[in-house]
């Protein structure tokens, strides 16, 4: 039953794709770890960092389509879940240091000692443990966006006015983030991690299991978002986005749809931030900026919104653009950014993945005049 649940909504095109992330995510590891450096095909462990920091972006995009693509609510705040799950990893990689800090303080993290904390502060317990971490990397997030929506859609706020509502959330948590009092690392963060499961963080074959860990991460996201839009929840869910005020006329409880649909998406944001800490080595509170949430909602609009390969293919493209532009010509990347969405907007309104769709909608009308 639970099989047949979440394949209902996966066509072949869509199982072909979640293939293709498995693929990436085994293959890759493989050649970083089997095939000789000297060789042409050997991956080095940049890379493999590399498309395991995407495949990150990859879902949180995932969990903004969710609810932007698929129950119409531009949430403009998703850093703030991705964000808030990479810290709940961090606390955990942090205790995981022990007296190898510079300090040598078995308990404090470094920059407690720093600040001269002479106790652990009470919401750092627990993190020593990874099942605890693990717990905290989905329950964080998923209370804030629960707390958030409740009152937001019983309120009826939509539109506009929520997109603005999240984006100021992101932004107050990014500057409570910034203060030291805060006993989270204040403007540096958490950094220099040692180990994750015993393992060093630093070693080629940690980041090729969490490189593989990612590309699982996204199947699931994939597999799991496919049968909640597929089943008649998700029917009722585009609905919502088409005509709420018909779908409060026959009877549904929108306000329950958003809020089940928002919160699973926090939390599918809070998981990515957590497989995203360990690969790139540190979280800080530039990762709540206003910025990154907006930049998540330009991979979706790239990649194709309402489609589930599309934010994938999205953030994929945007970030490689960044990654390649930031260090070739780095004073025009801000333009091409805008650029994009701008050309996004007027020629690709279903985005990259509905390019071909177009062009035969296009060759169809040429012929049947």
């Known amino acids: 039953m639970i099989t047949r649940f979440l394949i209902q ?4 095109k869509l199982q072909l794709f979640v293939l293709l992330v498995l693929a990436i995510g085994i293959v890759l590891p493989l050649l970083n770890q089997f095939v000789p ?4 095909f050997h991956v080095p462990a940049w890379v493999l960092q590399l498309i395991g920091k995407y495949l990150c972006y990859a879902a949180l995009a ?11 609510i531009l949430t403009l705040g998703h850093a703030a879940f991705f964000a808030l799950g990479g810290y709940c990893m961090g606390m955990y990689l942090m205790r995981q240091i022990g007296s190898r800090g510079v300090y040598g303080n078995p308990v404090l993290p470094d920059f407690m000692v720093f600040l001269n904390y002479k106790t652990l502060p009470w919401f750092w317990h627990g993190f020593d443990m990874f099942w605890f971490a693990a717990v905290m990397v989905v329950l ?3 209370v804030l966006a629960l707390a958030l929506g409740w009152f937001a859609f019983r309120s009826r706020v939509t539109g506009v006015y929520l997109s603005i509502i999240t984006q100021a959330m992101t932004f107050a948590l990014m500057l409570a983030f910034f203060r030291n009092d805060m006993g989270l690392g204040g403007n540096n963060g958490l950094t220099d991690f040692k180990d994750i499961l015993g393992f060093s963080v630093q070693a080629d074959g940690t980041r090729a299991a969490l490189c593989f860990a990612s590309a699982l991460m996204v199947a699931a996201f994939l597999v799991m978002s496919a049968a909640v839009v597929g089943s008649r929840f998700g029917k009722a869910l585009t609905a919502v986005r088409d005509a709420e005020s018909r779908m409060r006329f026959l009877g549904y409880r929108v306000e329950g749809y958003k809020l089940f649909v928002f919160v699973l998406s926090a939390a599918m944001a809070g998981v990515a931030g957590a497989l995203y800490v360990p690969q790139v080595g540190i979280i800080n509170p530039s990762e709540f900026s206003p910025g990154n949430s907006i930049e998540a909602v330009l991979w979706v609009a790239v990649g194709g919104r309402g489609t589930l ?18 260090g070739a010509i780095p004073e025009i990347w801000l333009f091409a950014l805008g650029a994009l969405f701008i050309a996004v907007t007027l020629f690709l309104p279903k985005g990259v993945v509905g390019l071909w769709g177009q062009i035969r909608g296009r060759k169809a009308r040429a012929g049947a005049t």
């Open 140 to 142: 964080v997030p998923s």
């Open 9 to 12: 909504g996966m066509d072949r």
């Open 37 to 40: 450096p000297a060789s042409p």
């Open 62 to 72: 995932l969990a903004v389509d969710l609810v932007w693509g698929y129950c119409g």
């Open 309 to 326: 390969i599309g934010p994938v293919v999205g953030a994929f493209l945007v970030n490689w653009a960044k990654t390649y532009l930031t």
